[in-house]
Nanobody, 126 residues
Framework: VQLQASGGGSVQVGGSLRVSCAAS????????MGWFRQAPGKEREFVAA????????YYADSVKGRFTISRDNAKNTVYLQMNSLKPEDTAVYYC????????????????????WGQGTLVTVSS
């Protein structure tokens, strides 16, 4: 599967932004999808993940209640709606796809994802 992230940009503190990730190739609905981010000088970290059907999600504690992951299997797209943005949310956001056999907390781990998009930059300024 090939992944293409888009929708990044600059936003003020407290603002909202939605990033998207379009997939092509093998059947999109067969993949668990995740979002990760990497801030300057920091390691890549987990943000959110969604099961194949879209019925289950995991979120990092730092974004819980502010970010929402969703997917449209008919459009082969996964989204990350980001609200109440903070300066510490500034990062390159990456979408990723996993073929892991089951949707568990393991999907918070980078190593479970075999396919990655190129990333889209989100900058939050005060």
């Amino acid at each position: 599967v090939q992944l293409q992230a888009s929708g990044g940009g600059s936003v003020q503190v407290g603002g909202s932004l939605r990033v998207s990730c379009a997939a092509s190739g093998r059947t999109f609905s067969s993949y668990i999808m995740g979002w990760f981010r990497q801030a300057p000088g920091k390691e890549r970290e987990f943000v959110a993940a969604m099961s194949r059907s879209g019925s289950s999600t995991y979120y990092a504690d730092s974004v819980k209640g502010r970010f929402t992951i969703s997917r449209d299997n008919a459009k082969n797209t996964v989204y990350l709606q980001m609200n109440s943005l903070k300066p510490e949310d500034t990062a390159v956001y990456y979408c990723a796809a996993s073929t892991y056999y089951r949707f568990t907390s393991n999907l918070r781990e980078i190593r479970q994802y075999g396919y990655w998009g190129q990333g889209t930059l989100v900058t939050v300024s005060s």
